[in-house]
């Protein structure tokens, strides 16, 4: 079963730029789909966006602006930045595989453990 | 968007008790629907994906059904591991929306 793991900084004050990295192991990044979904306090869950195994992303319209994925295939890695942060962007983060095979249909199957991020002056 | 509604918001059941959780989509998914358990502190979990196909190692007892707009989560015979909140998830088309959440407490 592959493992996510992620990291990056999790305190930020208004206006700064947050980034998060997660690395994949026991699979590759060329196997799937990747994607950053997170949780505000109390929240459900909203899909942020979404890294494809050819490089092709995707974001959610009211993040669009602020939001931007990258790969690193040599590390098997990719990381989500989103800038200029309100505390609206408070919550956890997590990175999850966005996976399916030829009969069966796209499901996030594995996920990150997730990483808190507070927007605080 | 594809928008997402599940009913009820919260329910409050017994263990052994059947379970029945709603979620209907503002257009047709086309069975890409997704079934997650969420609980304190702890990484969601898929439970059924494809509308009704189980995920390994989850318990016999989630059961997924639906087609078009309308998915069903049934938990037969509750037991104490299973209160939390169920998320359903389209994964047909981007935005990969969520449900709001279904909250399961202990009456």
């Known amino acids: 079963q592959v493992h996510l793991n992620q990291w990056g900084a999790g305190m930020l004050k208004p206006s700064g730029t947050l980034l998060l990295t997660c690395s994949i192991s026991?699979?590759?990044?060329?196997?799937?789909?990747w994607s950053w979904i997170r949780q505000a306090p109390d929240r459900g869950l909203e899909w942020i966006a979404e890294i494809t195994h050819s490089g092709v992303t995707d974001y959610t319209a009211s993040l669009r602006s602020r939001v931007s994925l990258s790969v690193d295939m040599s590390r098997n890695q990719f990381s989500l930045e989103l800038s200029a942060v309100t505390a609206a962007d408070t919550g956890i983060y997590y990175c999850a595989r966005h996976w399916k095979t030829e009969t069966t249909s796209r499901r996030f199957d594995s996920w990150g453990q997730g990483t808190p991020v507070t927007v605080s002056s | 968007d594809i928008q997402m509604t599940q009913s009820p918001s919260s329910l409050s059941a017994s263990v052994g008790d059947r379970v029945t959780i709603t979620c209907r989509t503002s257009?047709?998914?086309?069975?890409?629907l997704n079934w997650y358990q969420e609980k304190p502190g702890m990484v969601p979990k898929l439970l059924i994906f494809?509308?009704?196909l189980l995920q390994a190692g989850v318990p016999s007892r989630f059961s997924g059904t639906g087609s078009t707009t309308d998915y069903t989560l049934t938990i037969n015979g509750l037991q104490r591991e299973d209160f939390a909140t169920y998320y359903c998830q389209q994964s047909y088309s981007a935005p990969f929306t969520f449900g709001p959440g279904t909250n399961v407490d202990v009456k």
């Open positions: 026991r699979g590759s990044f060329s196997d799937s789909s």
């Open positions: 257009q047709g998914v086309k069975k890409n």
């Open positions: 494809g509308g009704s």
